[in-house]
């Protein structure tokens, strides 16, 4: 397992959205001039960050549009070749109304910054961007907006334009596919954009309460490719942290992604939930690879596809390419939690606990509370058999995920190999218990079943995992703690039943 990783004035959100969406098509297509101290000319279409808008308004409550906001400007920017977009949970930490431009340039690894502030107020929307070259604090562009809201997409054709001839820029595609309306539907563009506010968070509820958004927008518009896609990703998250079975998860899963892509084969979202599907739940190698290459080719800027790549190759066991992609995620997102624990957990199974241990203390020092961090810190505890250390992350972790059956087991699992029977037992009962309120994974039970030497119980309990279609038999072959197993019969042919290459 690696890091779970992770929007009323609707007519505003709407045209600030299509704004920048479209505007995306038209920066950085072109070489802007400007001079510098030696008169050269400087070419800025290399790297953007776009930080979030600042809100002017006095209602709170319109603090969600600066998420749907950048993620309309990062999915556009994302199309265009060439260009080095920084992921939005890395932007996401210059919130601060003066953020040092030059320190998040730096930060972030980018040349140019966007950033702006916005206004609502009933019908009209005051608008503000400046695009910054960060090596030297100077304004390429800035513009300023004061507009009536009565016909939005009028007025995103008349700011676009405004915008291209300011800065002369011609369209990267020839076609502009990327200039049609999402959906036609107000009311579901607004629920999409809550949709996508509570899938950011990536907790349990806030997926679940994404999942409820997504599908009223749907309602309202049932070809809203977008809407699918933000279903996917929420139900591939729930499986993934085992919150519910993978049955229920994975092929809802599934069936949003194909639906989406049947409605927009150009988004690399559900490619990339459909890579997710075939490895951790359908086990279908091939496809699952060809499915997260698929995103990575129609978007090299999304970092979530090269994420879930990183940990399809763990899984194969073909760390070298793995360690390649996980870093490229990094480059993309480099203040990404998750993906810098990722980097760690990938580490430790190919057995490099140092550059594991480098990594993960970096996430815990930008988020001491990350659960996921603390897991595989503990692991690598466990695997060097400092156990005290290890059963210190593990309570760590449960701590910030109340209730987690998978913190329970790794707690339970140590305390097996330490020799606390006691402890590993009271954690059985624990999740015992817990499995009449809410799912258990079967393989959590089976790896502290294992720490126990109870082989029949613990193959039990892996039988179960199979039935289950637990994403964890994914890691069978790859994670340490079933090494004294890899000999006994019943694991080669679990290993040969999930299909996992030799």
Same mark, same amino acid.
């Given at each position: 397992?690696?890091?779970?990783?992770?929007?009323?004035?609707?007519?505003?959100?709407?045209?600030?959205?299509?704004?920048?969406?479209?505007?995306?098509?038209?920066?950085?297509?072109?070489?802007?001039?400007?001079?510098?101290?030696?008169?050269?000319?400087?070419?800025?279409?290399?790297?953007?960050?776009?930080?979030?808008?600042?809100?002017?308004?006095?209602?709170?409550?319109?603090?969600?549009?600066?998420?749907?906001?950048?993620?309309?400007?990062?999915?556009?920017?994302?199309?265009?070749?060439?260009?080095?977009?920084?992921?939005?949970?890395?932007?996401?930490?210059?919130?601060?109304?003066?953020?040092?431009?030059?320190?998040?340039?730096?930060?972030?690894?980018?040349?140019?910054?966007?950033?702006?502030?916005?206004?609502?107020?009933?019908?009209?929307?005051?608008?503000?961007?400046?695009?910054?070259?960060?090596?030297?604090?100077?304004?390429?562009?800035?513009?300023?907006?004061?507009?009536?809201?009565?016909?939005?997409?009028?007025?995103?054709?008349?700011?676009?334009?405004?915008?291209?001839?300011?800065?002369?820029?011609?369209?990267?595609?020839?076609?502009?596919?990327?200039?049609?309306?999402?959906?036609?539907?107000?009311?579901?563009?607004?629920?999409?954009?809550?949709?996508?506010?509570?899938?950011?968070?990536?907790?349990?509820?806030?997926?679940?309460?994404?999942?409820?958004?997504?599908?009223?927008?749907?309602?309202?518009?049932?070809?809203?490719?977008?809407?699918?896609?933000?279903?996917?990703?929420?139900?591939?998250?729930?499986?993934?942290?085992?919150?519910?079975?993978?049955?229920?998860?994975?092929?809802?899963?599934?069936?949003?992604?194909?639906?989406?892509?049947?409605?927009?084969?150009?988004?690399?979202?559900?490619?990339?939930?459909?890579?997710?599907?075939?490895?951790?739940?359908?086990?279908?190698?091939?496809?699952?690879?060809?499915?997260?290459?698929?995103?990575?080719?129609?978007? %090299?800027?999304?970092? =979530? +596809?090269?994420? @879930?790549? *990183?940990?399809?190759?763990?899984?194969? !066991? $073909? &760390?070298? #390419? /793995?360690?390649?992609?996980?870093?490229?995620?990094?480059?993309?997102?480099?203040?990404?939690?998750?993906?810098?624990?990722?980097?760690?957990?990938?580490?430790?199974?190919?057995?490099?606990?140092?550059?594991?241990?480098?990594?993960?203390?970096?996430?815990?020092?930008?988020? %001491?509370?990350?659960? =996921? +961090?603390?897991? @595989?810190? *503990?692991?690598?505890?466990?695997?060097? !058999? $400092? &156990?005290? #250390? /290890?059963?210190?992350?593990?309570?760590?972790?449960?701590?910030?995920?109340?209730?987690?059956?998978?913190?329970?087991?790794?707690?339970?699992?140590?305390?097996?190999?330490?020799?606390?029977?006691?402890?590993?037992?009271?954690?059985?009962?624990?999740?015992?218990?817990?499995?009449?309120?809410?799912?258990?994974?079967?393989?959590?039970?089976?790896?502290?079943?294992?720490?126990?030497?109870?082989?029949?119980? /613990?193959?039990?309990?892996?039988?179960?995992?199979?039935?289950?279609?637990?994403?964890?038999?994914?890691?069978?072959?790859?994670?340490?703690?079933?090494?004294?197993?890899?000999?006994?019969?019943?694991?080669?042919?679990?290993?040969?039943?999930?299909?996992?290459?030799?």
């Amino acid at each position: 397992m690696a890091g779970l990783k992770r929007f009323p004035n609707i007519a505003g959100v709407i045209v600030l959205t299509a704004f920048f969406g479209v505007l995306g098509y038209f920066i950085f297509t072109k070489r802007t001039r400007q001079q510098d101290n030696k008169n050269d000319a400087m070419d800025v279409a290399q790297s953007i960050a776009v930080l979030p808008f600042v809100n002017l308004g006095k209602d709170t409550t319109q603090e969600y549009f600066s998420d749907g906001l950048i993620d309309g400007i990062l999915s556009s920017l994302g199309q265009l070749k060439g260009l080095k977009v920084s992921a939005r949970t890395s932007s996401l930490q210059f919130k601060e109304k003066n953020a040092d431009i030059k320190d998040a340039g730096r930060r972030l690894g980018v040349r140019t910054v966007l950033k702006g502030s916005y206004q609502l107020e009933a019908d009209r929307v005051t608008i503000t961007a400046v695009l910054i070259d960060v090596k030297d604090n100077s304004n390429l562009w800035s513009a300023k907006y004061d507009e009536n809201m009565d016909d939005i997409f009028t007025l995103q054709h008349k700011i676009v334009n405004a915008i291209a001839d300011k800065l002369e820029l011609t369209l990267l595609h020839s076609n502009q596919s990327g200039l049609k309306k999402p959906t036609k539907s107000i009311e579901a563009y607004k629920l999409y954009l809550k949709g996508r506010s509570n899938w950011n968070l990536r907790t349990p509820p806030a997926l679940k309460k994404g999942i409820d958004f997504f599908q009223q927008a749907i309602a309202i518009d049932s070809s809203y490719a977008a809407a699918y896609a933000g279903i996917a990703d929420c139900y591939t998250a729930l499986g993934y942290g085992s919150f519910i079975a993978p049955k229920d998860a994975f092929p809802k899963a599934l069936e949003a992604a194909t639906r989406a892509l049947l409605l927009d084969s150009t988004l690399a979202e559900p490619h990339a939930s459909l890579g997710y599907y075939n490895f951790y739940f359908a086990w279908d190698w091939a496809a699952a690879e060809q499915e997260f290459r698929s995103a990575i080719a129609l978007d %090299p800027n999304y970092e =979530l +596809a090269y994420d @879930w790549y *990183g940990y399809y190759l763990t899984a194969m !066991k $073909r &760390y070298d #390419e /793995a360690k390649v992609v996980l870093s490229k995620a990094a480059e993309l997102d480099p203040l990404s939690v998750p993906i810098v624990t990722d980097m760690g957990f990938s580490a430790l199974y190919r057995g490099d606990h140092k550059y594991a241990f480098q990594n993960l203390q970096k996430a815990l020092l930008m988020n %001491p509370k990350f659960m =996921l +961090a603390h897991l @595989w810190m *503990g692991r690598i505890y466990q695997v060097e !058999k $400092r &156990y005290p #250390e /290890a059963i210190s992350e593990y309570k760590q972790a449960l701590q910030a995920s109340t209730n987690w059956p998978v913190a329970f087991a790794v707690l339970g699992n140590v305390y097996g190999v330490s020799g606390d029977k006691i402890n590993a037992k009271k954690m059985l009962d624990t999740l015992h218990a817990l499995s009449s309120k809410r799912f258990v994974t079967s393989y959590g039970l089976a790896t502290i079943y294992a720490a126990l030497d109870e082989k029949d119980n /613990a193959f039990e309990w892996l039988d179960k995992a199979y039935e289950e279609r637990s994403n964890w038999l994914v890691w069978l072959r790859a994670d340490p703690r079933w090494t004294p197993f890899k000999k006994e019969k019943r694991y080669i042919e679990l290993v040969n039943k999930v299909g996992l290459p030799q």
